[in-house]
T-cell receptor, first 111, second 114 residues
């Protein structure tokens, strides 16, 4: 079946450090891929998405490239800020059109 | 801009009690969803609805019921609460299918069953 696997957290970085959060997936067909972010005490928000192979999604300095050959959708940011501290969820759509989420990766950025 | 509103934010139940988690959206979205989030796990889909009067099961529907009498409201009912239902519950909505349109989430309900 379809599934998403993310790197375990928590990830702790200093401000201005480079961020990578790994995400790999298993899917039949050609799913769309998403990153959602959950700030403390809030619901999830869509951060970025990519709908086909080699697409790059980007938003707020975050980027992720849909790599079909490695079944990956890693999230990157060149210089993180304290305000980026949150839980990040990778997700894909299954053939029924519903989202399947990874387990989430907590990011903590220290000043 | 209310978006998706969930109530209550926190609740403690005793085993065997029942309760309803409320969810309302003001964006005229057709699709609504209930997810549960367990520690270290991703969100699991409980139930979803594609429009008023239409509901369907997700991955983990056992122990829950839903109804969708209006476009705005999508309550989740727990009839006989069990400790395994201790979780954080999120309601979400989207204009189109969640795989094509982005989901808007409420801020969650933290439920403990003791």
């Amino acid at each position: 079946g379809n599934s998403v696997t993310q790197m375990e957290g928590p990830v702790t970085l200093s401000e201005e450090a480079f961020l990578t959060i790994n995400c790999t997936y298993t899917a039949t067909g050609y799913p769309s891929l998403f990153w959602y972010v959950q700030y403390p005490g809030e619901g999830l928000q869509l951060l970025l998405k990519a709908t086909k192979a080699d697409d790059k999604g980007s938003n707020k300095g975050f980027e992720a490239t849909y790599r079909k050959e490695t079944t990956s959708f890693h999230l990157e940011k060149g210089s993180v800020q304290v305000s980026d501290s949150a839980v990040y969820f990778c997700a894909l759509t299954n053939q029924g059109g519903k989202l399947i989420f990874g387990q989430g990766t907590e990011l903590s950025v220290k000043p | 801009n209310a978006g998706v509103t969930q109530t209550p934010k926190f609740r403690i139940l005793k085993i065997g009690q029942s309760m309803t988690l409320q969810c309302t959206q003001d964006m005229n979205h057709n699709y609504m969803y209930w997810y549960r989030q367990d520690p270290g796990m991703g969100l699991k889909l409980i139930y979803y609805s594609v429009g008023a009067g239409i509901t369907d099961k997700g991955e983990v529907p056992n122990g829950y019921n839903v109804s969708r009498s209006t476009t705005e409201d999508f309550p989740l009912r727990l009839e006989l609460a069990a400790p395994s239902q201790t979780s954080v519950y999120f309601c979400a909505s989207s204009y189109g299918r969640g795989g094509e349109e982005k989901l808007f989430f409420g801020s969650g309900t933290q439920l403990s069953v003791l």
